[in-house]
């Protein structure tokens, strides 16, 4: 008997193994029915990524650093003044006209003269400019006067014209560079002020989306708690341990929680939109699909407001930059009254000529004769030559004095630059009060909110524990459908409001990061980060 089972067991067994092995072949083999893959698992969105993609792709952080960029290109153009100017001219003339002197010339006057100058002017430190400039020309006539002909001039001149009242100072000459680079620094710092307040939004608009995700975690367990008490409800009723009137409290609550639940996933949805719009997110890419990746942190900061407001001094780009525009408007001011003064110029010339050309021998060296014993040439090299070696001297100084009537009977453009500096200086104490202000209020924030979390995560416990002992109550029929129901609402009234307190004070220690300005340096962000995305 045991031998025949075996013999039937034997060959079933290997006919099993067979048919699992081919159908492992079948899953496995290419070509075949494959199993259904799981679907994907949302991928994670870190806030860390959320801050750099903003950095790089914010819309309002591009449109900044092109106003950066155009500040800097400002700079460069008042730096130009400076640059050397070379300048060159050529002339060609040819001209006839009749001879009035049978002595000068027998019927038609004519001269050729061929003119060519170089030039390079270079403007001077304190107001003036300076310039070195060579001319050389060449003449030729028929005219019986002109015992050296063709004729080669050149000249060597340096020129000097210097302000030594109005338009003079090293101050005064550089004023146009010195605004450009103070508001390029100015530009600076509103691009600082843009990323901070970027980060800021970015942090914000995450842990918003955080806390409306958790938000919605909680209602859905509060709707399995309703809907559980509910399904207990009806078996009790089926039973007749349990008075009908009883199921209509869970049956509303069941509702009410539904009804919250969808206005729930709309905040979602808008929160997602929110963060997609700050990190410039693709509009065909669903933000919703991304899951935030970052919780909350409850970790104890310590804070001074001593300290808080030093470095908020040292660091805010806002307080920087209304430093600057006092800077600017000190300049401005001392431009105006400077433009008041008498324009009192000094300018200083020295010209080293030089002459040659072929000279004409007459006879007894009297041109009415009209007769030519020979000629000794000459070239142009030779009067570049004497200009070069400064064989002639000739220099000239002049001192130019002009006294502007406006400028003794009104000073309408110093006081204006006044005003406008001492407005500068008001609006540099609403800033410094504004940061006062701000640095206290994130200080007082950073410190109730740590304050809230503790109270928040408190009452949760409690409401936990109420709902436990109201929960072994109802087991006990010493409680009801109604008293259950509302334990469930004040726990999920209090687990919301602990998140919310954790992210409050997550946000007020970003908040406070903010006043002081030390966002950007906590998370290793540079302007050359944004400036480079934006290309």
Not at 160 to 189: C, M, Y
Not at 266 to 287: E, Q
Not at 460 to 483: C, D, P, Y
Request: aromatic fraction near 6%.
């Amino acid at each position: 008997m045991t031998k025949r089972i075996r013999r039937i067991l034997v060959p079933t067994l290997a006919a099993v193994l067979a048919l699992a092995g081919l159908r492992a072949d079948q899953v496995t083999a290419p070509g075949s029915t494959q199993i259904p893959a799981p679907p994907p698992k949302p991928s994670s969105l870190t806030l860390e990524d959320c801050v750099v993609q903003a950095v790089r792709r914010n819309l309002g952080v591009a449109v900044q650093v092109y106003s950066y960029r155009e500040a800097d290109i400002a700079l460069t153009q008042a730096g130009e003044k400076f640059i050397p100017s070379l300048s060159f001219r050529a002339t060609k003339q040819d001209q006839n006209s009749a001879s009035y002197s049978w002595m000068d010339a027998s019927d038609i006057m004519t001269s050729k003269s061929l003119y060519g100058s170089a030039s390079i002017t270079q403007q001077a430190p304190l107001g003036g400019n300076f310039s070195v400039s060579i001319n050389a020309d060449k003449y030729d006539t028929n005219s019986r006067f002109s015992t050296i002909n063709p004729r080669y001039d050149g000249t060597l001149s340096f020129s000097l014209n210097q302000p030594l009242l109005k338009n003079f100072g090293w101050q005064t000459s550089r004023r146009e560079i010195l605004v450009a680079h103070n508001s390029k620094d100015i530009a600076e710092n509103t691009l600082k002020s843009t990323l901070l307040d970027t980060v800021y939004s970015v942090e914000q608009a995450y842990w918003n989306y955080v806390f409306m995700i958790e938000s919605l975690k909680v209602q859905r367990q509060s709707l399995a708690r309703a809907e559980a008490l509910l399904d207990k409800s009806r078996k009790e009723i089926a039973i007749g341990t349990l008075a009908p009137k009883e199921i209509l409290s869970s049956q509303a609550e069941v509702s009410s929680i539904k009804a919250d639940i969808l206005q729930a996933e709309m905040s979602v949805k808008d929160a997602a939109d929110t963060l997609r719009g700050l990190i410039n997110a693709p509009l065909d890419k669903d933000l919703a699909d991304f899951l935030p990746a970052d919780t909350p942190g409850f970790a104890k900061r310590a804070v001074s407001l001593d300290e808080e407001l030093a470095t908020a001094l040292k660091n805010r780009p806002d307080l920087q930059s209304s430093a600057l525009g006092i800077r600017n408007k000190e300049l401005d001011y001392s431009y105006a009254k400077n433009q008041t003064l008498p324009q009192l110029d000094l300018t200083a010339q020295y010209m080293s000529p030089g002459l040659s050309g072929d000279r004409i021998i007459y006879q007894d060296n009297n041109l009415l004769t009209g007769v030519i014993l020979g000629l000794v040439p000459g070239g142009a090299s030779q009067a570049l030559k004497d200009a070069f070696g400064f064989k002639y001297n000739n220099w000239t100084i002049q001192l130019q004095l002009t006294v502007p009537l406006s400028s003794i009977f009104t000073r309408a453009a110093v006081s204006s630059a006044k005003a406008m500096l001492e407005q500068q200086l008001l609006l540099m104490k609403q800033t410094e009060q504004k940061a006062y202000l701000e640095v206290r209020s994130a200080v007082r924030a950073v410190e109730t909110n740590y304050e809230r979390v503790g109270a928040r995560r408190e009452a949760r416990e409690l409401a936990e524990q109420k709902l436990e002992a109201e929960e072994a109550k109802l087991k006990v029929g010493l409680s009801n459908n109604f008293f259950v129901l509302n334990y469930q609402r004040d726990l999920s009234f209090a687990r919301t409001n602990e998140l919310r307190a954790m992210i409050d004070y997550t946000l007020s220690l970003s908040l406070l990061d903010k006043a002081t300005g030390v966002s950007l340096d906590k998370r290793n962000i540079r302007l050359t980060d944004a400036a480079d995305a934006a290309k």
